[in-house]
């Protein structure tokens, strides 16, 4: 029994009683989970005891070979596809599912009606083979950007450490880059979602590069501070203490059953304790996986309990406009010794 065909069962296992004839996702990432195909075009059908794979001409010979135990339907037009497959059964369509599909298919006299993804909470729980592509994933993001940092100069631009960098996931094995670099430098450290621009780096420049490289369609992500061409000023060494304090206080809360908006609240404690807390305007973490950002969410308002072996990141950070900000993330494995993925060391280390 291949890994997909084992959490396709869990589905129907999840599925309730009314929603287990027909159910419909054409959620790329839930496609992927399900079947193991990686095409840009694809919904799944999961039947009482059948699956299929509805894609294009394109993807015929790809969906033989990724996903060799579920019925391949080469049909442009899905809907009519659909039509075949629910021969007259009502169809749960995941609420994931763009509005339009649904409309497409009550025009065409298919009964729907929309369920709450059902998929998203066994993808949460990662399995044997799901942890290795994160952990390689983590391995090569952490190497690679120790092999850079050796590399950074006073004057290199941003764009062209995040060219070196993601050349040095390719080189290490990855796949491809988990997303758009950010190498945010001086004034652009304290903006949380700069991305990586022009700005030559200047001597004395906090810099917060943010990174993951992907491997088998999984995503790493993580964030070093470092000092640019000195030694860190006064203020560069409190609020980097002060983050690594925090990310430290939130991985050692990481665990299963424990409540993220408590993992986020010991994120923050330090940090506003410290006068800081307006400058960590952002939530302590996401879930990653077959996406970047996926469940569960370690924001202050979040009631998800964690499962065993959801994998999360914890990113706290401060940003003091004007002047540059610090940000602190690993990739970790939710469990009883929760495990580091992104292992590479923290301290706020001078570069170039
Ligand atoms: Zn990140
Ligand atoms: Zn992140």
Request: with cysteine; aromatic share 4%; hydrophobic share 45%.
């Amino acid at each position: 029994m291949t890994v997909h065909h084992q959490r396709r069962s869990r589905l129907r296992e999840a599925l309730s009683e009314d929603v287990r004839g027909v159910f419909v996702t054409r959620d790329l990432a839930s496609v992927r989970y399900l079947t193991g195909f990686s095409g840009s075009n694809a919904a799944v059908v999961i039947g009482t005891d059948e699956a299929h794979l509805i894609t294009d001409g394109r993807y015929r010979e790809q969906a033989h070979h990724e996903s060799p135990d579920v019925a391949a339907v080469i049909d442009r037009d899905v809907v009519g596809a659909l039509r075949g497959l629910s021969a007259g059964r009502k169809i749960a369509l995941d609420d994931r599912t763009p509005v339009g599909m649904a409309q497409q298919l009550t025009e065409a006299g298919l009964a729907v009606r929309a369920v709450a993804d059902p998929v998203a909470p066994l993808r949460m729980v990662k399995d044997t083979q799901e942890l290795d592509a994160l952990s390689r994933a983590g391995g090569i993001s952490a190497r690679a950007l120790e092999q850079v940092a050796d590399t950074i100069a006073v004057g290199d631009r941003e764009a062209d450490i995040a060219r070196r960098l993601e050349a040095a996931f390719a080189e290490w094995g990855a796949d491809d880059r988990a997303f758009a670099t950010i190498v945010a430098s001086g004034e652009n450290s304290a903006l949380p979602h700069h991305r990586a621009g022009d700005r030559p780096l200047a001597t004395g420049d906090l810099l917060v590069i943010d990174c993951g490289a992907k491997v088998d369609g999984y995503h790493a992500d993580m964030t070093r501070t470092f000092v640019v061409g000195a030694e860190p000023s006064e203020w560069q060494h409190e609020i980097h203490s002060l983050v690594l304090q925090a990310q430290q206080a939130a991985r050692d809360a990481v665990a299963p059953e424990v409540v993220a908006g408590d993992i986020d609240a010991a994120a923050r404690e330090p940090i506003t304790h410290a006068g800081f807390g307006e400058a960590f305007a952002h939530g302590t973490g996401h879930g990653v996986g077959l996406e970047i950002h996926e469940q569960p969410m370690l924001s202050a308002r979040s009631s998800a309990v964690l499962p065993e072996h959801a994998v999360v990141t914890v990113e706290p950070g401060i940003y003091l406009p004007g002047r540059g900000g610090v940000r602190i993330e690993d990739t970790v494995v939710v469990a009883h010794a929760p495990q580091v993925l992104t292992e590479m060391q923290r301290g706020l280390t001078r570069v170039g």
